[in-house]
């Protein structure tokens, strides 16, 4: 049964940093796909970043050169480090993953991922 926790979230002042962890277990090879999306009060999921099978990355325009993905194969874990955050960064962020596509790159989709973790609270204050 594959399971996935976050951790990490708090609250920030603007400008500031956290690094988001997820531990993705229930998989026998790394052969899926690990996303980060985000929803803000009122408002729609939406996907922040992807890392595929082969370590690829992808990030929404939102979060470019601001946050970054990366992992730790061996703990089965990703990391989402944030930095430069800004209010309207405010969001319920969830980790989700799910088998690897047949084109093998990953998409910041809602759609794209079937088991998701509970979410942890990140708040940015101005």
């Known amino acids: 049964q594959v399971q996935v926790a976050e951790s990490g979230g708090g609250s920030v002042q603007a400008g500031g940093s956290l690094r988001l962890s997820c531990v993705v277990s229930?998989?026998?090879?790394?052969?899926?796909?690990v996303g980060w999306f985000r929803q803000p009060p009122g408002k729609e999921r939406e996907g922040v970043a992807c890392?595929?099978?082969?370590?690829?990355?992808k990030y929404a325009d939102s979060v470019k050169g601001r946050f970054t993905m990366s992992q730790d194969i061996a703990k089965n874990t990703v990391y989402l480090q944030m930095n430069s955050l800004q209010p309207e960064d405010t969001a319920m962020y969830y980790c989700?993953?799910?088998?690897?596509?047949?084109?093998?790159?990953?998409?910041?989709?809602?759609?794209?991922?079937?088991?998701w973790g509970q979410g942890t609270q990140v708040t940015v204050s101005s």
């Open positions: 229930g998989y026998t090879y790394r052969n899926y796909f």
């Open positions: 989700a993953a799910d088998l690897a596509q047949m084109t093998g790159v990953c998409r910041t989709r809602v759609t794209d991922f079937g088991h």
């Open positions: 890392v595929d099978t082969h370590g690829g990355t």
